[in-house]
């Protein structure tokens, strides 16, 4: 059975940093296209990062790129979302999301930037 399992998010201080992690069980990790997703109240989901298997290409919404890092470590079946100068338009449930035959979802993780 699949398992996307998302941790890290919680209540932040605009500019202030926070890491995702998204810990994978039951596919081949290393073959997997993971991608993180958010979804904030009242929006629908956008894609946030994108990183190829080996984690050698990585790209990112126009509205994270220069604050956000994607990265994987795949010893660990694990990526990685390294978010800094949060703003709170950040706000939202943000999702892991592996493509590897199949789309599977992890159930989300809340980010919440406020003061």
């Known amino acids: 059975q699949v398992q996307l399992v998302e941790s890290g998010g919680c209540l932040v201080q605009p500019g202030g940093s926070l890491r995702l992690s998204c810990a994978a069980s039951?596919?081949?990790?290393?073959?997997?296209?993971i991608k993180w997703y958010r979804q904030a109240p009242g929006k629908e989901r956008e894609l946030v990062a994108r990183?190829?298997?080996?984690?050698?290409?990585?790209n990112y919404a126009d509205s994270v790129k220069g604050r956000f890092t994607i990265s994987r470590d795949n010893a660990k079946n694990t990526v990685y979302l390294q978010m800094n100068s949060l703003k709170p338009e950040d706000t939202a449930v943000y999702y892991c999301?592996?493509?590897?035959?199949?789309?599977?979802w992890g159930q989300g993780t809340q980010v919440t930037v406020s003061s």
């Open positions: 999301n592996a493509l590897v035959m199949r789309n599977y």
């Open positions: 039951g596919l081949t990790f290393s073959s997997a296209i």
């Open positions: 990183i190829t298997t080996t984690g050698d290409i990585s």
